[in-house]
Antibody, heavy 122, light 111 residues
């Protein structure tokens, strides 16, 4: 059974930092690009960041570039999102998702975790 | 404002068919066969329903179908059922720094 389980969310003050983790199981983690997508309360989905299979290439939305860092540990089957200089507008449920493409990347996310909630407030 | 435009809501009676549109530009939907559709029930994670415009993942009902014409993609749900209620989001790859764009979401109501 393919599973993604996020952890690390919580309440943090503006300007603070948080590290999210995503544990993958049931598939060959190293074979897939992995992505973080977030959803602010009552809002739609927003792509945040993606990692290549090896982790050597990272991609970021303009809204988080320079503040967030995506990384992965293929030996542990884990994906991470280090978030710093957090703002109120970063408040959202953060989903870890598997990029389903094996040739064309960023086309679709075929497996999603249940999400972890990040709240940025003083 | 979302990069892809969807109607805020669509409704239909059980057994009817409904279609949700998703309008983009020549930088995304118009050029790439990368449209995907996601279903999200309240408080749950999104679920992939259609990928690469017309393909259904294993386990997704054949009542769901996708299409594209020009810069607009569509999701059709036929034989509408109560369990189809929820929000539906379209997405596409885009030739910009954003890489992945989503629609604002459409709330589907079964009357």
């Amino acid at each position: 059974q393919v599973h993604l389980v996020e952890s690390g969310g919580g309440l943090v003050k503006p300007g603070g930092s948080l590290r999210l983790s995503c544990a993958a199981s049931g598939f060959s983690f190293i074979d897939y690009y992995m992505t973080w997508i977030r959803q602010a309360p009552g809002k739609g989905l927003e792509w945040v960041s993606s990692s290549s299979r090896s982790g050597s290439t990272s991609y970021y939305a303009d809204s988080v570039k320079g503040r967030f860092t995506i990384s992965r540990d293929n030996a542990k089957n884990e994906l991470y999102l280090q978030m710093s200089s957090l703002r109120a507008e970063d408040t959202a449920v953060y989903y870890c998702a598997r990029d389903g493409g094996l040739i064309n990347y960023f086309y679709y996310m075929d497996v999603w975790g249940v999400g972890t909630t990040v709240a940025v407030s003083s | 404002q979302s990069a892809l435009t969807q109607p805020a809501s669509v409704s239909g009676s059980p057994g009817q068919s409904i279609t949700i549109s998703c309008t983009g530009t020549s930088s995304d939907i118009g050029t790439y066969d990368s449209v995907s559709w996601y279903q999200q029930h309240a408080g749950k994670a999104p679920k992939l329903m259609i990928y690469e415009v017309t393909n259904r993942p294993s386990g997704v009902s054949n009542r769901f179908s996708g299409s594209k014409s020009g810069n607009t993609a569509s999701l059709t749900i036929s034989g509408l059922q109560a369990e189809d209620e929820g929000h539906y989001y379209c997405s596409s790859y885009t030739a910009s720094s954003i890489l992945v764009v989503f629609g604002g979401g459409t709330k589907v109501t079964v009357l």
